[in-house]
């Protein structure tokens, strides 16, 4: 029979007090323009996380994070490349590691996010935001088809709005 795993036995994860354990390989590459964007964004006094879920919480959640840090905040906020972050110790990752202040907006109550960055980054303590709760909606929809893009869109506005007065 043919192994249908996603990942070859070597990569599969083992579950040890509490925690699996990952084999992530090394980045060959690097983009320079991450990089340069983590260079600019490092005075910024709060980073931000943001799930990547691609469900209908998750996308509010990534919505709300790109309108908190490029339209309603941008001069307090750094947005974090979770997937740069996570794979790779560079710039992105030590956005997250010298902020005073990480958000990180879930888009439920997996928390992915957070926890991802929590298993590169010992002693993390970001505010974890349960983004699925500042917002109204029928929590029997799961699929991004299952909004229109102009409730997702309203729903990340009221959601990065909420946040941004907090800052």
Do not use: W
């Not at 983009?31 to 990547?52: G, I, N």
């Amino acid at each position: 029979m043919k192994n249908r795993s996603c990942c070859p036995p070597e990569n599969k994860t083992e579950n040890q007090d509490g925690y699996e354990t990952v084999r992530i390989a090394q980045a060959q590459n690097n983009c320079r323009l991450c990089d340069d964007y983590a260079e600019r964004q490092k005075a910024k006094p709060v980073a931000v996380l943001c799930c990547e879920g691609a469900c209908l919480r998750g996308e509010v959640a990534r919505q709300a994070a790109n309108l908190l840090c490029h339209t309603l905040a941008p001069e307090k906020t750094a947005r974090i490349c979770l997937g740069g972050a996570f794979t790779k110790d560079t710039g992105q990752r030590d956005l997250v590691r010298t902020a005073p202040r990480v958000l990180a907006l879930e888009g439920c109550h997996v928390n992915c996010a957070s926890r991802m960055m929590q298993g590169v980054l010992a002693g993390l303590t970001p505010e974890v935001i349960a983004v699925d709760r500042l917002y109204d909606f029928d929590r029997s929809r799961f699929g991004i088809e299952e909004m229109s893009p102009e409730e997702i869109q309203a729903h990340a506005r009221t959601v990065a709005q909420q946040l941004a007065a907090t800052l």
